[in-house]
């Protein structure tokens, strides 16, 4: 990035966010763009398999996937660029 350090709030667990979105401003004016990274366990200890904390990766779809997944949820809908992609083959 561009040096900055950024605060993460921690939750009422003390688990810092799933979803990080990182604003950057575009050099010709235009609309920032938007980079999200994802929490992902750091790894996890030889003997008990415990988990030794969090780490972000760089998510490139950049989807939001705040929604929840209830099992009585209807499936998301493909866009219509993923169903074209679909029927190319």
């Known amino acids: 990035m561009d040096?900055?350090?950024?605060?993460?709030l921690v939750g009422p667990t003390g688990h810092p966010p799933k979803t990080y979105r990182i604003p950057v401003p575009d050099a010709a004016g235009g609309p920032p763009t938007v980079l999200v990274y994802r929490r992902v366990p750091r790894g996890h200890t030889r003997r008990l398999g415990?988990?030794?904390?969090?780490?972000?990766?760089?998510?490139p779809t950049g989807k939001a996937g705040g929604r929840l997944k209830w099992p009585w949820s209807k499936p998301e809908?493909?866009?219509?660029?993923e169903r074209r992609d679909d029927a190319d083959g």
């Open 3 to 8: 040096g900055r350090v950024l605060p993460v």
């Open 50 to 59: 415990l988990q030794q904390g969090w780490k972000y990766a760089y998510d």
């Open 77 to 81: 809908t493909p866009t219509p660029d």
